[in-house]
């Protein structure tokens, strides 16, 4: 289930009162120590450190509204999104470590109530970037209209434990496939894929770019624009295929894959990293020309063997005249002995 709220949506910034248009509820973040008007929450802390914080939720049905509350871990979908899992699913990080004042909370009609949570830190934690958030359901099936049943509304959770920052990507299975053209002296379109594998303990963003180019890098053809990929967690891939269209079939072809990882810090500003480079290389044979080159040999070899043959039989033919011929003069030579 994707979360309703735009905070969890996306890896971006979202509106502090996380709410779904058809939600009878929002929540947003608290006003303390932390921090006022926060458009979610942001934590840098050290392993085995603790925090406190809160989560405001409003109630604007007009009956009272039974909420769990719970933390989770984040992911992101296939669609390029943050989300959540269940509450049925075990979290390991961030969903671990932080714990609300209760499990669940009833909020009367036109109210709001606050709860707050607490972020305890093992010693033990690896240094890096972690994503998770804090999320509020029906407490319980048949406590909800049919608006609210299922609907998930929450805020996300960023954190960076203190340590060495190791922010690295990779490109693997890189793979390039040709496609040619029916015309012998056209150009093909070649399918570049490959999966971008967060390597390191920071989130990124990679800036691609990819190009194919034939021997000694000759005939370079870049690929079109190409969308940066989602912000992926530490340990995530993200799987992409790119076109790449006027690509001439020049036997060999060499694929590069460029990744430009940026890192996001606390404060949003994002930072390009060193570039990593991959390359792969793929076969990219003009069939129908070749088959013209093909075609043409064959009638010079035909025309060369059937020239060679008439040749023999000629040959042929004047050695059995000139064998009558001789013996033609012999006989005549006898008739004349005689």
Known sequence: MLLAALGLLGMGAGPAAAADGDASWAVSTASNDMGSGRQNYSYTLEPGGQLKDGLVIVNHGATPLRLAVYAADGFTSKDGRLDLVTKDAKSTGVGAWVQTDRPD????????????????????????????????????????????????????????????????????????????????????????????????????????????AGPFGRSDVRAGQIADSPQLLPGETWKVSVPVHGVAPVLRLTGTVTLLPLLTDASGSVAPLAAVKTTTHGWAVPWPLSVLVIVFIAVIVGVILLTRRNRVRRKLREDERVHEADEQAVHDQEAQAR
């Open 105 to 212: 909370v009833t909020v009367p009609p036109g109210q709001t109530v606050k709860v707050p949570f607490t972020l305890d830190l093992p010693d033990a934690v690896a240094p890096g970037d972690y994503m998770g958030g804090i999320v509020t359901s029906p407490a319980q099936a048949g406590e909800a209209d049919g608006a609210d049943a299922g609907r998930r509304l929450g805020i996300r959770i960023r954190l960076r434990v203190g340590g060495e920052l190791q922010p690295r990507l990779s490109v693997e299975d890189l793979q390039m496939r040709y496609s040619g053209t029916s015309n012998p002296f056209g150009k093909g379109d070649a399918t570049v894929t490959y999966t971008i594998h967060n390597t390191g303990n920071a989130i990124l963003t990679a800036r691609q770019t990819v190009s194919v």
